[in-house]
């Protein structure tokens, strides 16, 4: 059996109740949802009844000491408390996984590789697993100082946004391929957003002006399917991710939305259906 490509659809950025979520995903033709760990019960509740109701897989995104930015003045501690606090809700809901937000870009290397060490520790005795994701602001800010730490933790999974990475490097990629090449073979999970040299989101990855853009990430994204067969995956998992908060072109003045999140999502999940399947040659 060939391996399959399973989408999700993330709920940053969604407005309204997680009922509503989970029938957009499912008229655009998800396979889950991706989105934060509910920790008051009527959520949770209301979580996994449109999960059950709905048919849907469930990735659990958890932001160790903070939201998508780390409070500054957290020690290793409270980065390591967020994640056990999650990790028991997560079971309950079925999580296929977790992907994880984690550590501090300031942290010495000594420290975030003790952070790593520890999580590890932690999803293994839950039984779970962790996929870290590679996020401005946080440990695997950049592609070096992510090689470094997949150097000393050969078991270390990785959620690969690379839109992150294109704008800290103020670059593509391209330059990259033998950092690149290393991340491949611990990529666990990919975020699917293009980012530019100048920004983490292209205002829509359809645009002619931002086709190098997207063409390169559909390369790294590619490289990462051909690993994951090699490594025995029988499925892949991709999460269109473009967001709010900044992220989102906007004209200003009226702060008027450039294009429509939605839009975008499913655009970038129909297109990477089609790109799977003539990679695999399998059926969309």
């Known amino acids: ?10 709920l940053w950025g969604h407005q309204g109740s997680i009922k509503t979520a ?30 059950a109701f709905y048919h849907l897989d469930y990735i659990a995104e958890v932001c160790t000491a903070g939201s998508y930015v780390p409070d500054r003045k957290a020690g290793m501690d409270e980065h390591l408390e967020s994640l056990a606090l999650c990790l028991p809700i997560t079971k309950q809901l079925g999580a296929k996984f977790i992907t994880c937000i984690a550590g501090c870009d300031a942290w010495p290397l000594k420290q975030s ?12 005795r839950e039984r779970m697993i962790v996929s870290f994701e590679t996020h401005r602001s946080r440990t695997l800010f950049n592609p070096w100082i992510t090689m470094e730490i997949l150097e000393r933790l050969p078991e270390l999974k990785l ?12 670059r593509l990629l391209d330059t990259e391929p033998e950092v690149l090449a290393k991340v491949y073979q611990h990529a666990h999970h990919i975020h699917a957003r293009v980012g530019y040299d100048q920004g983490p989101q292209v205002p829509h990855p359809a645009a002619p002006e931002y086709a190098s853009a997207l063409l390169a990430h559909q390369n790294w994204w590619q490289q990462i399917w051909q690993s994951q067969q090699s490594r025995g995956y029988e499925s892949s998992t991709i999460t269109p991710e473009f967001g709010p908060d900044g992220y989102l072109h906007v004209l200003p003045f009226s702060q008027t939305p450039v294009a429509d999140l939605w839009e975008i999502n499913c655009w970038m999940a129909d297109t990477e259906r089609a790109h799977f399947a003539q990679l695999f040659n399998t059926v969309i």
């Open 1 to 10: 059996m060939s391996m399959q490509l399973r989408t999700y659809k993330t």
């Open 113 to 124: 590789l003790a952070f790593f060490e520890r999580a590890m520790e932690m999803a293994e």
């Open 159 to 170: 959620t690969c946004d690379f839109s992150h990475w294109c704008v800290v490097c103020e």
């Open 22 to 51: 989970a029938q957009q995903a499912i008229d655009a033709g998800f396979n889950g949802i991706e989105g934060p760990v509910p920790v008051e019960p009527e959520r949770i509740d209301a979580l996994q009844d449109a999960l």
